[in-house]
């Protein structure tokens, strides 16, 4: 038996062994030990790697738009843009329509468009079943939306949509085929081609008088 002291130093003693066994190394220590101090100095704000998107602004956009309609003449290289994406080949109908909108009026990569069915007007003439695609192109409170339908049996027509003159529904109004139709109906030019859509469309006032058919 031990004595309380001897017990006391033995129980001591056996302590300190076990720690001398497994001593607490730089490895051996909790992830949290060997983790670097913050330098950072109180009241700065801390770096960060992590850099914001940059997104094409509509103010870009229509500047882009209204300098190809300035330029329009100067040359095939101010309009050729190479081929135009295949509907084909994409994954669904709407998302080859919105690539041919982007391809002509020459919007970047990280202009975001939404493109969605339009109950109101047809995919092409005659169409009962088929309907055309609308596609909206915006940023904050600004918008524009773009009809997409086939105004013969193989060549996709793109239509704005605006108040009409007369009874002032959004309509169909004008038809925008390139950057420089679009650049063109910014500034106000006269002589912008009508949407074939314009006058068929089932969005006017019944007491509009530019509606045909």
């Given at each position: 038996m031990y004595r309380i002291g001897e017990r006391t130093s033995a129980?001591?003693?056996?302590?300190?062994?076990?720690?001398a066994r497994h001593p607490h190394t730089a490895a051996d220590r909790p992830l949290a030990w060997n983790y670097p101090r913050d330098t950072q100095t109180p009241?700065?704000?801390k770096e960060t790697t992590v850099r914001e998107a940059t997104v094409t602004s509509m103010e870009a956009i229509e500047a882009a738009a209204r300098h190809a309609a300035l330029t329009r003449g100067e040359g095939p290289s101010s309009t050729d843009y190479g081929a135009e994406p295949s509907i084909l080949h994409a994954p669904s109908e709407q998302a080859g329509v919105e690539a041919?909108?982007?391809h002509r009026l020459r919007l970047p990569g990280d202009v975001r468009l939404s493109t969605y069915e339009d109950l109101n007007h047809p995919l092409f003439p005659g169409a009962q079943h088929f309907?055309?695609?609308?596609?909206?192109?915006?940023?904050?409170?600004?918008?524009y939306f773009f009809i997409g339908a086939y105004e013969s049996a193989w060549r996709l027509a793109f239509s704005l949509i605006a108040p009409c003159?007369?009874?002032g529904a959004p309509v169909p109004?004008?038809?925008?085929?390139s950057q420089a139709d679009f650049g063109d109906w910014l500034i106000g030019r006269d002589g912008t081609s009508e949407?074939?859509?314009f006058r068929?469309?089932?969005v006017h006032r019944r007491d509009c008088s530019l509606v045909s058919g």
């Open positions: 129980r001591n003693a056996t302590s300190r062994n076990r720690f009241g700065q704000p041919i909108l982007r309907r055309a695609t609308r596609t909206q192109l915006s940023q904050g409170r600004r918008a003159p007369d009874c109004s004008a038809l925008i085929n949407a074939p859509l068929t469309s089932p």
